[in-house]
């Protein structure tokens, strides 16, 4: 049951507890798939992957194959302003799903679920032709762990009108990145992103906590 329902209701009942307990397992699982997996791979790198994996984007999208958008109870209102196919609602679903499953079944029951569900995105996210999107990478990012957005800021742009050049910085939590460059704004601040992204490294994502591995494993 999203929030708009108990809202609407006067209640305090909602999926809020369950999506928290599910985003904390996903991430356990899906550190364990790929610390298995890419043995090679160091902490880094392994942290990315991770961060693309569990990103509302593939979430929302294995929250639509599964038919979870059909069978979501939301308010009148979020149902009228198309709550059903927001990526953040989808997101928010599925983790709370995983949560529930955990509860019913278990740890065990829940990491072949979730291992079905994820292996084959860790397998398209590591592959040579996927494209990331930095600046989507990036903002969830700061969502999760800042409350607050990136903030871009065009340093200057040089050459002629049909061969521009911009030059784009980042500013994540006061620290600023870049600056990126791109003959449009939108490839600049993409750019921009992947700086910040790249550098921030290991810090992307860590909410997953070793506790849950307690008396699981």
Not at 77 to 87: A, I, M, V
Not at 188 to 202: D, K, L, P, V, Y
Request: aromatic letters at 8%; proline letters at 2%.
């Amino acid at each position: 049951m999203h929030r708009s329902v108990s809202n609407e209701n006067g209640n305090k009942i909602n999926n809020e507890r369950l999506e928290f307990l599910g985003d904390s397992i996903l991430g356990a699982v899906c550190a364990t798939l790929l610390y298995q997996t890419y043995k090679e791979k160091n902490e880094g790198d392994l942290a990315k992957i991770k961060a693309v994996v569990v990103s509302e984007d593939i979430l929302s999208g294995i929250a639509r194959t599964l038919h979870i958008d059909e069978m979501m109870l939301l308010g009148k209102g979020e149902e009228l302003s198309g709550g059903r196919t927001k990526k953040t609602i989808l997101a928010d679903a599925m983790e709370a799903l995983i949560g529930a499953l955990y509860l019913d079944s278990g740890y065990k029951t829940v990491f072949n679920f979730v291992s079905r569900c994820i292996t084959p995105e860790i397998k398209r996210v590591t592959g040579d032709n996927y494209h990331k999107d930095y600046k989507s990478l990036l903002q969830e990012h700061c969502q999760r762990q800042y409350r607050n957005y990136p903030e871009y800021n065009m340093v200057k742009r040089s050459g002629p009108e049909h061969d521009r050049i911009f030059w784009i910085e980042v500013k994540v939590n006061e620290t600023v990145y870049g600056p990126g460059t791109g003959r449009n704004k939108k490839s600049a601040e993409q750019e921009a992103a992947r700086i910040a992204w790249e550098q921030i490294g290991t810090q992307c994502d860590y909410h997953a906590k070793a506790l849950l591995f307690r008396g699981n494993l």
